[in-house]
């Protein structure tokens, strides 16, 4: 992306249709950057009394049950983009009322979190895959409550460069949707109304015996989005060579194949809101609540 202003070069109806149809699991590498991002949890020293989990099912299920761990005491909200998922998250996360343990847990609810109803929002490999990713972003924020904080993850723009690149020498189209820069996420954070934002990005290099379990993994994790893509469905023979050229340009000294994941990590804040005062002002209700609730509705 060269301007925050417009999403990924990403087909919007390419993507309703996988989140109606991709696999209700947690994909291996959607575990581990959520066990990477809970780690960054000990940067935070606010316990939220409600948080939400955005994408639950996908995100990680092994994820969610850590955070619970983590945070027993407070009430969490489970949002997914359809109703399959939601009730397969159910299914996963959900306690029977008749077990004892979930006499004194802190309410589970599988529905979007109100305005102003969390302290913490977990989005953990979404936003990527938003056709419309700043009001993605500005959902989040209403979500959250003044200093409340926003914690996600997404692929970068490195991701599947291996692949990225073979699918150009060999003059087909892109091989996926362009995925946004790091930088760009913190200029849509703040254009959003987050305050604070913090950046940070890794490459993981995942390897595979045979091309075979490369584009298995691929996917599992996703599909290839881009308006330009290959229009229709490839036969066997395209597929075969495919595999051929993969295991020629991929594979390493190691005899395994490699591909690179680039992984960004953001956090952010819900800042209290700031309002420029001039002779003549307008204010919402709902806006001068939150000044005269905070002591901050003083004007001069």
Known sequence: MTTTSRPPTLDPNAVNRWQRTASLTSPWLHEEVASRMRDRLEWIKLKPQAWAHWGALRGGL??????????PDSACFIAE???????????NIAKPWWNPSQWRAAPVRFEMPP???????WANMALHESADPQVLLAQWHRALKVDGFLMFSCLGPDTAKELRSLYARLGWPPAGHELTDMHDWGDMLVQTGFAEPVMDMERITLTYETPQRLLQELGELGRNFHPAR???LRGRAWKARLERELATQLTGSDGRLSLTFEVIYGHALKARPKFKV???SAVSVEDMR???QSGSGTAG
């Not at 092994?62 to 945070?71: N, S, V």
């Not at 305005?115 to 929002?121: A, F, G, K, Q, T």
Request: net charge neutral; proline share 5%; glycine share 6%.
């Open 62 to 71: 092994k994820a969610h049950a850590e955070l619970a761990k983590i945070y």
């Open 81 to 91: 983009a359809h109703e399959g998922r939601t009730q397969e998250a159910i299914k």
């Open 115 to 121: 305005p102003d109803s969390v302290d913490m929002l």
């Open 230 to 232: 290959f229009a229709g």
């Open 278 to 280: 001039s002779p003549l």
């Open 290 to 292: 939150r000044m005269l």
